[in-house]
């Protein structure tokens, strides 16, 4: 089967759309779960319920701090190996001085990469507490 050059960009943007949708949606339905009840009925839980759900929120925010400091501490390193090896790209790989197509591909993916890592990290930890409950 072949496609044209316009037919093959439109699948690839409808795939990429379908699948940002489709993330989307996942991430808002699993923080649409509730941790902590916040209704009438939460008056009549028992105190060791009520303790464990807080107990349960308290670790949740732990692990959001613990997975944030990680973060960031991955990104100074993968920021300063993006830098160096864009620069070895630029100097290797590039026809033309001042043509920075491979590098700017490269740098697109990176940063893609780092989003999709913070958005994972944030909405994983999120489900584990969710999961727990």
Partial sequence: ???SVQE???IVILAAVTAIAF???NSWW???IKVVEQ???MALKDDQNAQKEKRMQELSTLIEEGAQTFLKEEYTYLAVFMVIFSIFIAVAVEKNIGELWTVSAFLVGGITSIISGFIGMKIAVKANVR???
């Fill in 23 to 25: 993330g989307a949606y």
């Fill in 1 to 3: 089967m072949n496609f």
């Fill in 8 to 10: 093959s960009q439109q």
């Fill in 30 to 32: 699993v923080l649409s």
């Fill in 39 to 41: 209704n009438s009925s």
């Fill in 131 to 133: 999961t727990t409950k």
